[in-house]
């Protein structure tokens, strides 16, 4: 894998020691209001044999994005369209949050760089979901231009939230487990 800028900024959000206070009761919070047991394990994913948050994040991802392409590509004829793909993402980011702090928490604990990088993950979806729901808000008060670029605006803050989700998936290893693989890989080659 290459390196890049991304990377150099990553590591110093990493070492980041004054995000520490914040995160650590946010996480301790979030661990103490799910609970072990079927809605801790519906949050992961258990159910499903990997994390769910990365699915879910999907929904807001894509209706947003589409709803953004639409704003500027689609013309009149799209804005019904547009406006109810927003709001479409707009509820689904409670499960994606649910998911996402659910994750968090759990390996929060464990490494100060996912505690880190972690806060400023959900504050930066944070400040797009804001923007998304100002911009349907917007929409509905006959603001489309307003809504428009506040869309616009939430997107740019959804790429930066999802850069270090991906950074906290396949960098750091969040929501990865590797045990049920190698458990599976380890079966076959006993049979052999």
Do not use: F
């Amino acid at each position: 894998m290459t390196t890049s800028p991304l990377n150099d900024l990553a590591a110093r959000l990493e070492a980041a020691e004054a995000l520490d206070g914040p995160a650590g009761a946010i996480g301790r919070t979030v661990r103490g209001a799910i609970p072990e047991g079927n809605v801790k394990d519906a949050l992961s994913g258990k159910w499903l044999g990997h994390a769910l948050h990365p699915i879910v994040t999907d929904v807001p991802i894509g209706t947003w994005t589409s709803a953004v392409l639409l704003d500027w590509i689609g013309g009149r004829d799209a804005r019904t369209a547009a406006d109810r793909l927003l709001l479409t993402g707009i509820l689904a980011a409670g499960a994606t949050v649910a998911t996402g702090w659910s994750d968090w928490a759990d390996a929060e604990a464990r490494d100060p760089r996912v505690r880190r990088s972690g806060l400023v993950h959900a504050a930066a979806n944070a400040t797009a979901t804001v923007l998304m729901v100002g911009s349907y808000a917007a929409r509905k008060r006959g603001a489309r231009g307003r809504g428009k670029l506040l869309s616009l605006a939430g997107s740019a803050a959804l790429g930066c939230g999802g850069w270090l989700g991906g950074h906290l998936s396949y960098t750091l290893g969040v929501g990865v487990d590797a045990r049920p693989r190698a458990a599976g890989t380890q079966a076959a080659a006993t049979r052999d």
